[in-house]
């Protein structure tokens, strides 16, 4: 068996040791398709919502971020058609053993590939999570969890033209959870019921909607790039008409060859005017855009979607690598600097020499001062747990980029040892040129 046959039960086993992603609510059995992540998985996720806000959203003029809430009326998921067919998978259920079934992705729709049972009739499965919200018998109203970010960006777009007089084009952008009740969730993070997105809505006017598909279409790629998932890996697929959503007339999907085979990792798709046209029907307020002096008109939009659990996969799979280093075989996150949870972990050479601890405290609290008003979120690790080398192979294990260690040497000429994750190699810095060294490294 190669690396690649057994790299995602390698992966899973890698994360929950050094507290990555968790099972949700573990110590009661768990609930399937529902993770936690831990302290390094949560500063992951967090590094790599920072840099997609800051690449899409911040430094743009035309993108305006919202923060909407994860509820919404049955009306709104009504007007966009999420509760008729157009938002259903096939399921078939098994008639001994009751489980249930994604019908298009089985082979064998007969026989229960868990029992041997026998498969029932394939029907269609409502993934939308409702709910009853309301306090008093008869008051209560349905409404749903967010299938997906789009539909808050839709509702708001009046909002935003009322408050920030926008000129066309430009972007409505949010990060945030949405919710699917799957039918089979599988392979670790990849399909679960509970995930974060990261997606904008971008505004155009109808005849632009092709030259601004293959802007964003160039920018995905660019992003791609940027968090270090592999390109080799990554293949666009051109969506056909009879296999794209309801709303979209153009769909294009960025697959990833994940361990356990080629997925979506993001979509493009273009959304024409679709849902505004069919909010300003249902709810009464117009939703047209206008210029001074110009007729009004509905925008089409262009819709680049990103889902972060798998984003944080790809990072994790294209980052996996097993060498040797010294003689010894190694694993360790070769993330990109700006993405790795910890940048710089600080290492007294022996826990039991208190003049090597001073001093490497000192080192490791001036970093943290320097790094405080710092634009990147920059974790840094005091590690004194264990010989050298077990420090050495665990910040390798959760892809500390840099190690720092503070040896008796230091303590008469203000020098340290810098070691690098990818190669093992070291060099003598003084202390004074530290935080500027790291800072070039990992910006």
């Given amino acids: 068996m190669n690396m690649e046959d057994n790299k995602l039960e390698k992966l899973v086993a890698l994360c929950k040791r050094r507290g990555f992603v968790f099972q949700g609510s573990e110590i009661y059995g768990g609930l399937a398709g529902i993770y936690d992540y831990g302290h390094l998985g949560s500063i992951l996720s967090h590094n790599i919502k920072q840099l997609w806000w800051q690449k899409f959203v911040l430094s743009r003029e035309n993108m305006y971020g919202i923060e909407a809430s994860s509820m919404m009326p049955e009306s709104v998921w009504r007007a966009s058609g999420h509760l008729g067919e157009g938002f259903t998978d096939p399921m078939i259920e098994c008639t001994k053993c009751k489980r249930r079934f994604r019908a298009d992705h089985l082979e064998n729709k007969e026989k229960c590939s868990e029992c041997g049972g026998k498969l029932g009739a394939e029907k269609k499965f409502n993934t939308m999570f409702p709910l009853t919200v309301g306090s008093t018998e008869g008051s209560a109203n349905t409404a749903y969890l967010r299938g997906e970010l789009a539909q808050a960006m839709f509702v708001n777009f009046k909002n935003i033209l009322d408050t920030e007089r926008p000129k066309i084009p430009f972007g409505i952008a949010q990060i945030g959870r949405a919710y699917r009740n799957e039918i089979a969730v599988r392979d670790f993070i990849f399909r679960v019921r509970e995930w974060n997105l990261a997606e904008f809505e971008y505004f155009i006017r109808a005849d632009e909607w092709e030259k601004t598909f293959e802007m964003w279409r160039r920018e995905m790629w660019s992003w791609i790039e940027e968090v270090g998932i592999d390109k080799t890996k990554v293949h ?167 190690c720092v260690t503070i040896d008796f040497d230091t303590l008469e000429d203000n020098a340290v040892t810098v070691r690098d994750r990818d190669t093992g190699n070291q060099e003598r810095l003084p202390i004074a040129e530290l935080a500027n060294y790291i800072k070039s490294k990992i910006a």
Avoid at 326 to 334: A, C, D, H, I, Q
């Fill in 236 to 402: 666009e697929l051109e969506v056909a008409p009879e296999d794209r959503a309801h709303y979209s007339k153009r769909t294009v999907d960025f697959e990833y060859d994940f361990t356990f085979g080629r997925k979506e990792l993001y979509g493009l798709a273009y959304r024409t005017d679709f849902d505004l046209k069919n909010h300003s029907e249902s709810s009464g307020v117009d939703m047209s855009y206008r210029e001074e002096g110009k007729e009004k008109f509905i925008p089409h939009v262009i819709e680049p979607t990103f889902g972060l659990g798998r984003t944080m996969l790809a990072i994790l799979e294209s980052a996996y690598t097993e060498d040797e280093l010294g003689g010894e075989k190694r694993v360790y996150l070769r993330l990109a600097p700006k993405l790795a949870p910890i940048k710089v972990a600080v290492f007294p050479l022996l826990k039991n020499k208190s003049e090597l601890v001073t001093k490497a405290r000192d080192v490791y609290q001036a970093l943290k001062s320097t790094f405080a008003i710092s634009h990147l979120p920059f974790h840094i690790a005091f590690d004194d747990n264990g010989n050298i080398g077990k420090r050495y192979r665990r910040q390798d294990e959760i892809g500390t980029p840099y």
